[in-house]
């Protein structure tokens, strides 16, 4: 009998609480597309390299871009969507001066400096908003600089910078 009574009381408790009603209520919307952009003719991962030209160590001084190279990237047979392209603003990414860091280990004191199309516009990568565009194609023009962040020493330089598409 105490049992009997023990679980009606904690069921009539149980109900009390839910007829109280909700406090919030979540509503999550979505879209499935048929596919994303393609970037410079390819699918998703695609695989763009850019090689700076070879510069001697006395030709750089800290945070001074030098030898630009200009790139190119194509995005075709996008989905009728509104598309953002944004640079990742974490990986390999300089927090202090937004540009990418070298991944070689031993490194040269000098990062990579991504520029807008006129070659002389930095683009921050911690703060850019990205660039977008309603369409089914758009092409983008980029520059990428060597950027002393300190003395510069000789050796390799490698790094990657990643891409995100959103389609809204």
């Known amino acids: 009998m105490k049992k009997l009574l023990a679980v009606t009381l904690l069921s009539s408790v149980a109900s009390v609480a839910m007829a109280a009603g909700p406090d919030a209520q979540v509503t999550i919307n979505g879209r499935v597309i048929d596919g994303t952009c393609l970037v410079n003719g390819q699918a998703a991962p695609a695989q763009i390299t850019v090689t700076l030209d070879t510069v001697q160590r006395t030709a750089l001084s800290a945070f001074t871009g030098y030898g630009t190279k200009p790139f190119s990237i194509a995005l075709t047979n996008c989905p009728a969507a509104t598309t953002t392209m944004k640079w990742d603003p974490v990986t390999n990414v300089d927090t202090t001066t937004g540009t990418l860091k070298n991944t070689?280990?031993?490194?040269?004191?000098?990062?990579?400096?991504?520029?807008?199309?006129?070659?002389?516009?930095?683009?921050?990568?911690?703060?850019?908003?990205?660039?977008?565009?309603?369409?089914?194609?758009?092409?983008?023009?980029?520059?990428?600089?060597?950027?002393?962040?300190?003395?510069?020493?000789?050796?390799?330089?490698?790094t990657i910078a990643q891409l995100f598409l959103t389609y809204n």
């Open 104 to 158: 070689i280990v031993g490194g040269t004191n000098v990062n990579v400096r991504i520029l807008k199309a006129d070659g002389t516009t930095p683009i921050n990568l911690v703060t850019d908003p990205g660039v977008s565009f309603t369409g089914t194609s758009q092409s983008y023009n980029f520059n990428a600089q060597y950027y002393p962040v300190s003395a510069p020493t000789a050796g390799d330089l490698k």
